[in-house]
T-cell receptor, first 113, second 110 residues
Framework: DAGVTQSPTHLIKTRGQQVTLRCSPK?????VSWYQQALGQGPQFIFQ???????QRGNFPDRFSGHQFPNYSSELNVNALLLGDSALYLC????????????FGQGTRLTVV | QKEVEQNSGPLSVPEGAIASLNCTYS??????FFWYRQYSGKSPELIMF??SNGDKEDGRFTAQLNKASQYVSLLIRDSQPSDSATYLC??????????WGAGTKLIIKP
């Protein structure tokens, strides 16, 4: 039973560039949530996708966008990268849009230089 | 502003002793409470969840919830060096989203 998988694991981008991160949820799960985790901080909620729609969004600018595909996999896109976007980006999957028992992927470490 | 507060630590506990981790939250409407463990450079891993007042035990772990005091804790019995990690407390809000604490770093000394 595959767990949550994210790609890539590490990424280095230049300020102003755009990046796409990918996530495949745990088998049987239909909801994907994205988080940003800065060093020494707890995860910060970016948004959640359920039934291919963005259901909830945290306090992140429009530069952060996403998508969910019919197979429940998801992408996180960040435009016009800033140095402050450097962080660990975590994808969590769960079952149902009100499910809170989330399982995380290994994360993507994004470094903006 | 909904908040979840944790002591950042580090909390140092001798091997074999009980480690006690605490978390307070501001939203009285919170219904669900979670403890995650995060090793350095890794993603969070769900350890325990608790929904009702009282204690919930799972192996060496016990979660305790007191909604009146807006307080949730995690006890780790017979602490092992492998328990050394950062422990994150997460609390659901009325929109079923998780609000996270910044985590407590736990160090188990052999």
């Amino acid at each position: 039973d595959a767990g949550v998988t994210q790609s890539p694991t590490h990424l280095i981008k230049t300020r102003g560039q755009q990046v796409t991160l990918r996530c495949s949820p745990k088998s049987g799960h239909d909801t994907v949530s994205w988080y940003q985790q800065a060093l020494g901080q707890g995860p910060q909620f970016i948004f959640q996708y359920y039934e291919e729609e963005e259901r909830q969004r945290g306090n992140f600018p429009d530069r952060f966008s996403g998508h969910q595909f019919p197979n429940y996999s998801s992408e996180l896109n960040v435009n016009a990268l800033l140095l402050g976007d450097s962080a660990l980006y975590l994808c969590a999957s769960s079952l149902g849009d009100r499910a809170l028992e989330a399982f995380f992927g290994q994360g993507t470490r994004l470094t903006v230089v | 502003q909904k908040e979840v507060e944790q002591n950042s630590g580090p909390l140092s506990v001798p091997e074999g002793a009980i480690a006690s981790l605490n978390c307070t939250y501001s939203d009285r409407g919170s219904q669900s409470f979670f403890w995650y463990r995060q090793y350095s450079g890794k993603s969070p891993e769900l350890i325990m969840f608790i929904y009702s007042n009282g204690d919930k035990e799972d192996g060496r772990f016990t979660a305790q919830l007191n909604k009146a005091s807006q307080y949730v804790s995690l006890l780790i019995r017979d602490s092992q060096p492998s328990d050394s990690a950062t422990y994150l407390c997460a609390v659901s809000d009325s929109n079923y989203q998780l609000i996270w604490g910044a985590g407590t770093k736990l160090i188990i000394k052999p």
